[in-house]
């Protein structure tokens, strides 16, 4: 059996893996953009948010966030499926742009920074900051042995029921 803690663990590494998640305002009618995601693990630890995103001044979900004064955040909406597609998520939370300097120095990297002509001080350069409060985490349940399961009578939803986690981060 597999509990809800040990679900929430398997998608925090999958996420600092894969980081790409699927990421929009919750007032966009669900429509979500591919974004590169990191944690700051220097701060918050290896399984907690917030996530945080680089991104530019013409992005939709900037613009749609304000001036980056802090207190322009809306509720924000991701869905995450790792590379192997054996952990999914859907994931709220509220997202602003984070202005603080020392977060950009500490999270940058050369991925990053291939995007950006003037660097660190490219005046396009934004960082998005999504607080994430709750997700619902699937663990892939269609697995070989749950296929051998099915064909010699053993109902699979039981086993698929230990794979789901509705969880707060």
């Known amino acids: 059996?597999?509990?809800?803690?040990?679900?929430?663990?398997?998608?925090w590494k999958a996420l600092r893996d894969d980081r790409t998640i699927m990421l929009g305002l919750a007032d966009e009618h669900?429509?979500?953009?591919?974004?590169?995601?990191?944690l700051d693990e220097e701060v918050h630890g290896e399984e907690n948010g917030p996530l945080y995103i680089f991104t530019s001044v013409d992005n939709g979900i900037v613009e749609k966030l304000g001036n980056g004064s802090g207190a322009d955040s809306h509720r924000a909406i991701s869905t995450f499926a790792s590379k192997g597609h054996d952990i999914?998520?859907?994931?709220?939370?509220?997202l602003s742009i984070d202005t603080d300097r020392s977060k950009v120095d500490r999270l940058w990297n050369?991925?990053?920074?291939a995007w950006y002509e003037d660097g660190k001080d490219d005046p396009n350069l934004?960082?998005?900051?999504?607080?994430?409060?709750h997700a619902e985490i699937w663990v892939d349940a269609s697995s070989t042995i749950a296929g051998i399961k099915m064909l010699i009578g053993i109902d699979p939803k039981q086993d698929y029921k230990d794979k789901v986690a509705d969880v707060a981060l």
């Open 30 to 38: 669900g429509h979500t953009r591919p974004m590169t995601a990191q």
């Open 126 to 133: 934004r960082l998005l900051r999504f607080d994430t409060t």
């Open 110 to 113: 050369r991925f990053v920074a």
């Open 1 to 11: 059996m597999t509990d809800d803690t040990e679900i929430k663990a398997k998608f």
């Open 88 to 94: 999914f998520a859907t994931i709220d939370g509220t």
